[in-house]
């Protein structure tokens, strides 16, 4: 995700809170989530940039790498 805006931290995830654009690493390979399809029995479908799919169950726990917003320093200025 480079030229990104951000802070880039670690987050734990399950079918409830992982994203579009969250970063998994399955099996030392680095996957970037593209969609995300809600399936039958609480299982969720992630869809990767590179074509490949993972299908997560409802206890499946994962860490991914997220893009945080940076806050504006100082805030407003006021007179």
Known sequence: MTGHAGTLVSVEIDTRTVRVGDQIMIGAQPFTVRNTVTLAAGR???????????????????WAARRTRVPPRGGARQT
């Open 44 to 62: 969720k479908r992630l869809d990767f940039t590179d074509g490949e799919s993972f299908t997560m169950l409802p206890n499946t726990v994962l």
